[in-house]
């Protein structure tokens, strides 16, 4: 068989945790090769190996059957291997040409030349069907442009290994259906794709073969047309895992959450980006609210949340007007957030797991007195939560949380957010990056507040989480509410449609 | 036993034997300076730095902690703005603005009687507090850089403290101020005494007090808590309800207070210190930035390294008696400082070498601690 | 001589070598390495060419002795910037800790060098100013801006300001600024694509030092007879122009300029007709530019942003 | 005070350099313990253009010309009890003597002159008193030495005018007592030759910079001075004159130089109002080593000893003549019409325009 890259017996330990233990993973030419792992699995590090980020204590890496080493990204360049971050490695006050050219510069004595590089950058985007704009910068643009920009960056290089790591957890349905079609025609093409993700519908249409990864150990690889999803996550996960959320009708009661009214205006320009929103979120229900990203969710929840300031308008939270209420009195009136950006606003990474599980409840009474931290608690409290939604981590309790894994980090968050057992719980993409396993927990947890009749506003990106999870589904486009949908009347398709404001309800709410 | 033993296998122990192993680099550099330029004299007068204060007897000692006692305020106030995510390079001017009130209310208090010193002290905290309040809040309202507006009120504070001395205190004659009152100098509570003379006084015990509340509230308080959160990431502490602003303030007022009250205790002390009217920054301020760096923001650390520091700079002073340049001490000083900032690399090594001897014993394959590129 | 004149060729010299140092210090802070040390390494590029200077000057004078002593100053600049250099990029120590290491060590260096090996045994280096341009031939008749920018001037001026504009084209118009700034903001971004952090950061630190040297000797110069192991707190007033400038070079010379003409009009107000006569003491005088500044700051500053990644050392391991 | 031992060993060794750091290792080591003369020095160092090195090169000289060891220590702050300390340490080092240079040190004295009876001081610029002032005393281990530095300024002021300037300036480091004397001397010198001359306006800028440091302001002040039509200007702050030196130069101005003959810094100093600091200390010390010490004495030197005056040869003077100078100088030697005598020093007067002139206009800058 023809194996482009062959990376064989590969270990690497950290500090309290053998990460990859004895992996062998071979890719052939053309394919397009999953990689399917828990949260903490080792995909991430096994990849940063076969990029040249961390060498790997024991194994070799061959290509074309000869053995090489790579032992920083300059080396994997030079061997065609590219590499799309699941955190994107973007300079944020850089305009995307400038992303992508950076490390492959063409210049004329000494300046940049960056015409050239324009005209190559733009060719690319109409290939691939890659819409980008040269010149905006990063800081300015969507996260699926920023997408578009990483996978333009790794083309640009003529690279003939991509490697995709979680490529689609941010992006919308659209665009993963194009980032598919994308990948497929990188494969035609002759190239190797070697492709992280949780999502196992992802895997059925594009791949060809996948490799399972199950805490840090090497299970099996296999022919995707063969195997079902079914026996993939109970390869990954060791246990069968329920796909289709399972839940009673919701039994509604009072409005928890009321907006009315409200308008945001943005950072950036004068111009409000969200637009005279109202709506309400009652308790004993799930209501979703869908969109493409950059479409005013973000501000929104800040709006709500109290991160950003409201521009008119007011914002109820159980007949209480809440509108100008400092974020720590919202917290106290029984609001809790799963924040979107987990690095920014979740979590002190400096701080222990311990100390960030009570970050929204430290100066509560079990956790202090008389202003002085009450650590045994803090301890035993993090500990039960760490047992009981299985954050996994090095060291429990005490681990630097910066060391933990993406998806350990939100699932400490997420802990700590629901077990407040708030009246309205705001969830901005719950479960972004976490393994199916993971998935099925946190929707479990979600349905059992709704049906403690708690009130949960979700925020998601993700179709299939919209349809699965929620009573009721809200689409935002450009900032306005242009639909209160049925998740069991509504399909997909129409769905889609309502998110790019092709369709439009008459009297949205 | 076993607790020594958690004791060496936590960070902190990294943390002292890295700052150690800094302190002997740099002591060996130094050596090897006396060395170059003096080889005959150059070991007698090594011993004698090391013996620091002992030096002089119990004299010798009182010294050091004489020295030291504003060394540790401001290293703490340093040190107090690191831990918060601030940079306080503005501790000369609030030490002088501290200095300066002291000065007043010792010299025209006297009708507070035997509070007077207490007043002086408390007022040189409030005054240092002010003087720090004012980046603080530039910082919080305005987003203004607090290095930039600091080294901006220091030379403010300077000039205006010059001024006011010769407005309001002023010895014509000495370009200085006045004396204080005896009521406004800080007792002795005989530990001059028991040093045989020296300058020691009250003030080092204050210094030792303010070294414990500094470490409470860091370590073990909701307040320390929301202060080290907004350090590190001030967006996440808004989303916890922490008002990351008042914060920021809260904390730069604290700093000042601690270097107001180094002012104090400076002038306060009864060993005929003034402050002169020159147009120079307070450089006992800026002492503290060094100090707070060996003693790794902890307000333990800091009160060992201030002591050190003292004791190295008693030592250097009875190492006249040999024939070297007085400004070798201070070579020896940045050198130590410059080693500390290995101390990462050092911590990391320690704890390489601790793995190694906990796999040996485990026989458990754990590998390099951190990725060295290349 | 004309007033406004005087003023300006004052201003040069306070603004010239608090531009230079400042743009020193912004190549090293965007290549993600803070630099406090400015102030050391002026003294140090100082000392090391007044040694020059005062080795060299029975033999030769006038520009060329200047020029040599610039390169001079760079090169010590350079060297003892790679302590620094060292210490935060290889050994990821806190760079803050370092800087104030080296700006303690320098003065006590050039202290006790100069004490030993001068013949004098005094701090003090001793030079003969043969650096001045009277006039510069040509454009120092210019009406008007003649006497305001080539007459009484010193060739380091116009040194200084090609140095911005070779600052300013090398960090917007080369792949050498393009990653460098990356460098400073995202640097796992730059490794990444292949870029040697490593390598970038050296050379930011670097081109601080020489630019901080060239600084050192720019500030003694015009403004006194002997060098004695001081620069009088300029470095940590570029650094303060640095970040009034936001690491941007054309911002930088902004705020140079309106720093040493600040600090010209607090030394100059007793021959200024308007000021003279008002009867405000020279404490106020000398507090104005640096309240002044925290006034326009307090302005100036809401969107402030410094490179992301500067103070942090890189380690491939952390995102 | 005890007297101190007459004998000492002659010195024949090699001569001994000037070296301060290393003279001490090359002096005989093996005759004496330590090291006999002591010097501490104040908040400057050794090399501060002024005081502190003024001092510590009489002392060289002196232990040059007589084989005695020498040290100067340097106190670990600016307090009475750091000055005290390293009263301390040079006694343990051996120091029979210890030179003080400045007011700074009078407290200290004051209580060294009784802790240390056997050891004998020389405080320059000073005499023990409390830190209060309410007690003065001096006890025959200490003498104290003032200079009348408002006959040295006199005379910068006088030659200055004399030589055809009639726009000058002072620029004094701070309001201290000497550096008072000075600038007063100055302002009268230059009246008085103005008088003579029958000038009809003489200008003088009066100012303070706060420090003794060249820094780029301190050159400014001074080339806005010359750019305003100052023509000399007095630097009274050590290291202060090398920005006016350095403003001078850019001016094609000139510089009057302060307590140490100054010429050699820069072309541009045309004298140096000066005091014999070395001299006087040379002095203080062969009294000592000569068992005539003057303890228990505090004298100004002034003109009559040769305490003050100009360096006349090294001088750059237009038409200023070594005649002109002599003869102003025995005038005052001389006290002629109460001419030394009537000198206002710097308690007389408040403020140097409370000087009484009738040529001279002077323009305190604040
Ligand atoms: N540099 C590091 N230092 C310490 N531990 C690390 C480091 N890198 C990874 N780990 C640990 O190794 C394990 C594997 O991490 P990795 O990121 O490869 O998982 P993953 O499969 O990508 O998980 P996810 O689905 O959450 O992205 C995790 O437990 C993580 O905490
Ligand atoms: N300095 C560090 N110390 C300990 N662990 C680290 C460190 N840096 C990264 N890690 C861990 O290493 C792993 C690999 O990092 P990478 O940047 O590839 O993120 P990832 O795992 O793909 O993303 P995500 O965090 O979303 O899962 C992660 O599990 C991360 O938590
Ligand atoms: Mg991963
Ligand atoms: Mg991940």
């Not at chain 1, 989480?465 to 242009?482: F, K, P, T």
């Not at chain 2, 730095?49 to 002992?54: N, R, S, T, V, W």
């Not at chain 4, 000893?305 to 360096?311: H, R, S």
Request: hydrophobic share 45%; net charge negative.
């Amino acid at each position: 068989m023809d194996y482009v890259i062959e990376m064989l017996g590969i270990t690497k330990s950290f500090p309290g945790i053998l990460a990859n233990d004895n992996i062998s993973l071979q890719l052939r030419r053309g394919e397009i090769h999953a990689l399917l792992g828990e949260n903490g699995a080792g995909k991430s590090t096994l990849m940063s190996i076969l990029f040249g980020l961390y060498k790997p204590d024991k194994g070799i890496i061959k290509k074309n059957g000869k053995e090489i080493q790579i032992s920083n990204p300059n080396d994997a360049n030079d061997y065609g291997i590219g590499m799309v971050h699941q955190h994107f490695k973007l300079v944020h006050n850089f305009t995307v040409l400038e992303n992508i050219i950076m490390g492959v510069e063409t210049t004329r004595r000494g300046f940049l030349k960056l015409d050239e590089a324009r005209k190559k950058v733009v060719d690319l985007s109409h290939k691939y069907n890659l819409f980008i704009d040269p010149d905006a910068l990063i800081s300015d643009i969507t996260v699926g442009m920023q997408q578009r920009v990483e996978i333009i960056k790794m083309l640009y290089r003529d690279n003939e290994i991509l490697i995709f790591d979680e490529p689609t957890a941010m992006l919308t349905p659209q665009e993963i259906k194009e980032l598919m079609n994308i990948m497929r025609d990188l494969a035609k093409e002759g190239k190797s794709i070697l492709f992280i993700t949780h999502k196992l519908d992802e895997i059925k249409q594009v791949a060809d073969r996948c490799t399972v990864l199950q805490k840090g150990k090497y299970i099996d690889t296999l022919d995707v047309a063969d195997t079902s999803k079914e026996k993939f996550s109970e390869l990954m996960v060791g246990r069968k895992i329920e796909f289709t959320v399972i839940k009673d009708k919701a039994k509604t009661g009072n409005v928890v959450l009321s907006v009315k009214n409200l308008t945001v205006k943005s950072k950036h320009s004068e111009k409000p980006v969200v637009k005279n929103v109202s709506f309400n979120v009652k308790a004993g229900e799930v209501v979703c609210l869908a969109g493409i990203d950059g479409n005013g969710q973000s501000e929104l929840v800040y709006a709500i949340t109290g991160l950003e300031k409201v521009t008119a308008g007011a914002i109820e939270l159980n007949g209480k007007d809440i509108t100008k209420s400092s974020i720590r009195r919202k917290s106290n009136s029984g609001m809790s957030h799963i924040p979107e950006d987990r690095h920014k606003h979740g979590l002190i990474l400096e701080y222990s797991l311990a100390k960030n599980l009570v970050l929204q409840s430290y100066y509560k009474k079990e956790f202090q007195t008389y202003g002085f931290l009450r650590f045994k608690e803090i301890t035993k409290y993090a500990n039960k939560l760490i047992e009981q939604f299985d954050i996994r981590s090095g060291q429990g309790a005490k681990t630097l949380t910066r060391s933990m894994s993406g998806g350990n980090q939100q699932k400490a968050i997420v802990a700590r957010e629901i077990d407040k057992d708030p009246e309205l719980l705001v969830a901005v993409q719950p479960t972004r990056g976490l393994d199916v396993g993971a998935i099925e927990y946190i929707h479990k947890q979600l349905v059992k507040q709704r049906d403690k009749n708690k009130a949960i506003f979700l925020v998601s990106l993700e179709l299939e989480e919209v349809m699965n999870v929620s009573d009721r589904i809200l689409v935002i486009y450009e900032g306005e509410i242009v639909a209160d949908l049925d998740p069991k009347s509504v399909t997909m398709e129409d769905l889609g449609l309502y998110m790019s404001g092709a369709k439009r309800e008459e009297k949205a709410v | 036993m076993n607790r020594l033993k958690k004791w060496v296998n936590s960070p902190r122990f990294s943390d002292v034997v890295a700052s150690v192993g800094a302190i002997i680099v740099g002591l060996i550099f130094g050596l090897v300076i006396l060395l170059i330029t003096n080889a005959q004299q150059a070991f007698p007068a090594f011993f004698t730095i090391l013996k620091g204060g002992f030096s002089g007897g119990a004299k010798g000692i009182g010294e050091v902690l004489y020295m030291a006692t504003p060394l540790i305020l401001t290293g703490l106030s340093v040190g107090f703005a690191f831990k918060t995510g601030l940079f306080n390079i503005g501790a000369s001017g609030q030490l002088i603005v501290g200095g300066f009130v002291a000065i007043l209310v010792g010299v025209k208090g006297e009708a507070l009687g035997s509070y007077q010193w207490i007043v002086a002290f408390l007022g040189a905290m409030a005054a240092g507090a002010v003087w720090a309040a004012v980046p603080g809040i530039l910082k919080a309202v305005f987003n203004v850089h607090e290095v930039i507006s600091s080294i901006m009120m220091n030379y403010i504070g300077m000039y205006l403290v010059n001024m006011l001395v010769v407005e309001m205190v002023y010895d014509k004659l000495k370009n200085q101020s006045l004396i204080i009152k005896e009521t406004a100098e800080l007792p002795t509570w005989g530990l001059d005494k028991i040093t045989q003379g020296s300058g020691l006084n009250a003030g080092f015990l204050i210094a030792i007090l303010f070294v414990i509340i500094t470490y409470i509230i860091l370590n073990k308080t909701v307040f320390g808590y929301e202060l080290i959160a907004c350090g590190h990431n001030p967006e996440a502490s808004k989303y916890a309800g922490i008002k990351a602003k008042r914060n920021i303030v809260l904390a730069m007022v604290i700093a000042g207070a601690l270097a107001g009250a180094a002012g104090a205790l400076m002038y306060l002390a009864s060993t005929g210190k003034h402050i002169r009217v020159v147009d120079v920054l307070a450089n006992e301020g800026f002492m503290g930035i060094p100090i707070a760096l060996l003693g790794l923001s902890n307000p333990i650390g800091v009160f060992f390294a201030a002591i050190f520091i003292a004791y190295i700079t008693i030592g250097g002073f009875y190492m006249q008696l040999f024939d070297f340049v007085p400004e070798i001490i201070d070579i020896m000083i940045a050198s130590i400082i410059y080693f500390s900032a290995f101390a990462l690399i050092a911590k990391n090594l320690i704890a390489y070498i601790l793995k190694r001897q906990k796999k040996k014993e485990k026989d458990k394959p754990i590998e390099e601690v951190k990725e060295a590129k290349k | 001589m004309d007033i406004l004149a005087f003023l300006i060729q004052q201003t040069m010299f306070f603004s010239i070598p608090l531009l230079v140092v400042a743009l020193g210090g912004m190549f090293s802070e965007r290549s993600g390495v803070v630099n406090i040390a400015l102030e050391g390494i002026m003294i140090m590029g100082a000392f090391v060419s007044m040694m020059a200077i005062s080795v060299l000057q029975d033999t030769m004078q006038g520009q060329g002795l200047l020029l040599i002593a610039l390169s001079v100053a760079a090169l010590a600049g350079m060297a003892f910037s790679l302590l620094h250099a060292y210490a935060s990029i290889n050994m990821k120590a806190d760079q803050v800790i370092s800087g104030t290491a080296l700006n303690m060590f320098a003065p006590a260096f050039a202290i006790f060098v100069a004490r030993t090996v001068q013949e004098t045994h005094t701090k003090d280096i001793n030079f003969t100013n043969t650096f001045r341009i009277e006039s510069v031939p040509v454009l120092g008749k210019i009406p008007v801006i003649g006497p305001w920018l080539f007459q009484n001037a010193y060739i380091t001026t116009y040194i200084g300001i090609a140095i911005l504009i070779i600052s300013a084209i090398l960090l917007y118009k080369t792949k050498f600024g393009l990653r460098l700034r990356a460098c400073g903001e995202h640097p796992q971004a730059a490794d990444s694509v292949g870029v040697n952090v490593y390598k970038i950061r050296y050379a930011g630190v670097l081109i601080s030092g020489a630019l901080a040297g060239i600084g050192g000797l720019i500030f003694v110069i015009p403004t006194s007879t002997n060098f004695s192991a001081t620069v009088s707190g300029y470095g940590f007033l570029a650094l303060a122009v640095l970040i009034f400038g936001q690491w941007k070079p054309k911002r930088i010379l902004f705020a140079a300029f309106f720093f040493g003409f600040m600090k010209t009009i607090s030394a100059a107000y007793s021959g200024i007709p308007a000021l003279k006569d008002l009867d405000i003491s020279s404490g106020i005088y000398k507090m104005i530019p640096y309240i002044i500044t925290l006034f326009v700051l307090a302005i100036s500053s809401k969107n402030s942003q410094s490179p992301k990644a500067a103070g942090i050392p890189y380690d491939v391991g952390k995102r | 005070a005890k007297e101190p031992e007459a004998t000492e060993a002659p010195v024949d060794e090699a001569p001994v350099d000037e070296a301060p750091v290393d003279e001490a290792t090359e002096a005989p080591v093996e005759e004496v313990e330590g090291y006999q003369i002591a010097m501490i020095t104040d908040a400057g160092e050794i090399d501060d253009k002024s005081f502190n090195q003024g001092t510590w090169e009489g002392i060289q000289a002196f232990a040059k010309d007589n084989g005695k060891t020498f040290k100067y220590y340097k106190p670990t702050e600016v307090s009475d009890a750091a000055y005290l300390a390293a009263i301390d340490l040079a006694i343990q080092g051996g120091a029979e003597v210890v030179v003080t240079p400045g007011f700074l040190f009078e407290p200290a004295i004051y209580e060294a002159q009784d802790l240390y009876p056997e050891t004998s001081f020389i405080i320059l610029d000073g005499t023990p008193h409390t830190a209060d002032y309410s007690t003065f005393r001096i006890e025959s281990n200490v003498y104290s030495i003032f200079y009348a530095e408002q006959q040295a300024g006199f005379l910068a002021g006088y030659a200055a005018v004399k030589d055809g300037y009639t726009k000058l300036g002072f620029m004094g480091g701070m309001a201290v007592p000497a550096v008072v004397r000075f600038g007063y001397g100055f302002v009268q010198g230059a009246e008085y030759a103005a008088v003579e001359m029958g000038l009809d306006s003489v200008e003088i800028k009066y100012h303070y910079t706060g420090d003794f440091s060249a820094t780029p302001k301190n050159q400014t002040t001074a080339a806005t001075w010359y750019a305003d039509g100052t023509e000399v200007i007095f630097a009274c702050g050590g290291k202060v004159g090398n920005s006016v030196m350095a403003a001078a130069d850019a001016a094609g101005a000139k510089v009057i130089g302060v307590d140490v003959d100054q010429s050699a810094e820069s072309e541009t100093v045309i004298t140096s109002a000066m005091k014999q600091l070395g001299v006087s200390v040379y002095m203080g010390l062969e009294g000592f080593y000569a068992g005539e010490f003057k303890g228990g004495v505090s004298e100004t030197l002034d003109i009559t000893v040769d305490g003050v005056g100009l360096p006349f040869a090294s001088s750059r003077f237009n038409t200023f003549s070594e005649a002109d100078y002599n003869a102003i100088y025995d005038a005052l030697v001389a006290d002629t019409d109460g001419l030394r005598s009537s000198l206002l020093g710097d308690t007389d007067v408040d403020a140097a325009t409370d000087i009484p002139t009738t040529v001279v206009t002077v323009t305190i800058v604040e």
